[in-house]
């Protein structure tokens, strides 16, 4: 060993050198190359700066607008804030409860939640940037992939785009199997949020009930399309396919083990003194926040907002179907649950009363800019070759516009705000997520209230990720 | 970047060609009542009788015009979303979707910014919703949203180099390295 006094300046500059290297191998591990940039980025800590960092407690934006109630915290004195006594932690992005990789920053006081900020981006893939670069032929297998839950609205919404800009219309056969699709998809997205919520306030059992009725939707979903999820069957003029043979009687078998199972769930949670304690007066929106946060869907309807887009603004002829639109009074996590157990009911309606008047007819558009010759023509004639062969290397040419559609989705209006200058690619689709808006509106639903509220509020809420940071 | 060759336009001189009269929606009417000295023009889309108007305002009055709208009855955020129209002269577009409840009206108002100066005023004043939209924006296409009370990257890394949606920005790719199967092995 050396004396201190040994080393010298000299010595001490090639240690230092030497960590250098050592941080720039892990600088040159670490770091995300794109493409044009010769310059390697300065090393951050982006997990605890700029955007991840809880911003002074004066300058905090997100709780301009709190209205709802605030936590009855009897054993928290309301005091003022002192900073020794408050602490912040960080719940997700990998935490069972969060519904994917949402991350919550909590300044927490004892057992109560005094400040929320939702740190998002942790799925964000740039499907918005990939659409681009997709034809119109191809744009809904990746619009599938955002909303996960969803897959058949968000591809409607990217369809009846598509649709609007060519102006072309459907056959009412195909306008039939869109609506039926999709409300059953309404079904399986809410017996899912119904499964998880009670899993999150500690049901667990209703997590195997909500899975299990799920399931019937989802085979129906498989012999239909031949996928489970990401079905890429609604396609812009109609749909991929006819439904399978025997299709009605899967579909009266579907609606009455649904509707058993339904009736099995309020037995389980509407009286259940537990449920009730953990969500009656949680997570608690006013109307008036939910449009200003543009929130829409079962959570504006719980808060009692009667807006509908399928009542308003009707696509795909669903205004011919008779159906009620359940309405919340309270706007909480309670009244959440009913909507979607309601809303559940009312899309079977519709689907038996499709059983009972679906016309007959194609299920493609007739238009041959949008649909292939029939696969019998192909082996005839050589245009028909050639046409099928064109659809599907160039694509479909879309005339220049913009354009913007919203379908009404399981967790609120989903939109595609499209806009073309000609081509066979979009120039820009933006996707008007109802999660992304859900997510934002989370600090007001969830400050001042007990953390375990939060886990409750988040779980009414039932965002999906995919469908946050696309 | 090629931007900066092209002509700078003034953004107060957008024009529009309008493809129907805006009609019957008392609001509409009310707010361009209420801005003589701006020239309104519209879009109409029908998609299964559903009808929204889409209309260009000059940036100056961008927050004027979107207050006297929420004044007016659209008093529900929907959408905030940018559009880059590169090669076009002021190059930005920055489109906010609010609906009339009362009404059902949808209105897609819009605004254009040039590439030398992409700010629009802030809407969160307006609609405190605006916030992770604007947010969304600026880290994607890069729109600097003046006056926002916590304008960061949301979805990408805060060191992250320049805005995705850019049409200039490159798509991008990771080298992949073939390390068996090749000839000299």
Known sequence: ?470 | MTDETLPQENTEDIEVVAEREMTGVASIDALIEAFPDVTFTAHSYASSDVVYHMISVPVSHWVDITQAAFDAGFDTFVDLTAIDHFAEAPRFEVAVNIISMTEVQRIILTTRVPYDNPTVPTLTDVFVGANFYEREAYDLVGVVFEGHPDLTRILLPDDWVGHPLRKDYDIGAIPVEFKAGSADL
Not at chain 1, 101 to 107: D, G, P, Y
Not at chain 1, 128 to 147: C, F, I, P, W
Not at chain 1, 439 to 455: F, G, R
């Open chain 1, 1 to 470: 060993m050396t004396d201190a006094s040994d080393t010298t300046p000299e010595d001490a500059d090639v240690a230092v050198e030497e960590n250098e290297t050592v941080a720039d191998e892990r600088r040159r591990l670490h770091d995300i190359w794109v493409s044009g940039t010769e310059e390697r980025m300065p090393f951050a800590h982006a997990t605890d700066e700029g955007a991840q960092e809880l911003l002074p407690r004066e300058q905090d934006p997100a709780l301009v607008l709190q209205q709802g109630i605030a936590v009855e915290d009897d054993y928290v004195e309301p005091i003022v804030a002192i900073d020794e006594e408050r602490q912040i932690i960080n719940i997700g992005p990998q935490h069972p409860s969060t519904h994917g990789v949402l991350r919550l920053q909590v300044e927490l006081e004892g057992e109560t939640v005094r400040r929320v900020k939702p740190i998002i981006g942790y799925l964000h893939t740039g499907m918005e940037k990939t659409a681009e670069t997709l034809t119109y032929a191809q744009g809904s297998t990746n619009v599938t992939r955002m909303d996960y839950l969803s897959p058949f609205h968000n591809e409607l919404a990217f369809s009846l785009t598509v649709e609007q800009l060519l102006g072309i219309d459907v056959p009412e056969r195909a306008d039939a199997i869109r609506v039926l699709m999709t409300e059953l998809n309404r079904v399986a997205s809410h017996l899912l949020s119904s499964a998880t919520m009670g899993m999150d306030i500690g049901a667990l059992s209703m997590m195997i009930y909500g899975w299990r009725e799920r399931e019937v939707v989802l085979d129906f979903f498989e012999k239909t399309t031949g996928l489970r999820m990401n079905h890429n069957y609604i396609r812009p003029g109609g749909v991929a396919a006819d439904l399978p043979d025997g299709w009605e009687d899967d579909i009266v078998h579907l609606i009455k083990a649904v509707n058993d199972g339904v009736d099995e769930y309020e037995e389980l949670l509407n009286e259940n003194p537990i449920f009730l304690d953990r969500t009656i007066g949680v997570g608690v929106l006013t109307p008036q926040e939910c449009m200003q946060f543009g929130i829409s869907g079962p959570l504006a309807r719980a808060s009692g907002i009667d807006f509908d887009l399928r009542k308003v603004m009707p696509y795909s002829g669903i205004d011919k179907y008779d159906f009620d639109v359940p309405l919340g009074l309270h706007g909480d996590a309670n009244d959440r649950y009913h909507v979607r157990i309601e809303e559940i009911r009312e899309s079977l309606k519709i689907a038996e009363q499709i059983v009972e008047s679906i016309p007959a007819g194609d299920y493609r558009s007739p238009d041959p800019k949008v649909t292939p010759p029939p696969r019998k023509r192909i082996d005839e004639s050589m245009e028909a070759l050639i046409h099928h062969f064109k659809i599907f290397t160039s694509g479909i040419e879309v005339p220049p516009g913009t354009a913007y559609q919203s379908v009404e989705g399981p967790r609120g209006e989903i939109g595609c705000h499209m806009v073309s200058k000609g081509g066979t690619k979009p120039w820009r689709m933006h996707w008007r997520a109802p999660s992304f808006a859900a997510v934002q509106s989370l600090p007001t639903m969830m400050t001042d209230t007990l953390i375990a509220d939060l886990i409750a509020a988040l779980a009414s809420t039932d965002p999906v990720l995919g469908d946050v940071d696309r």
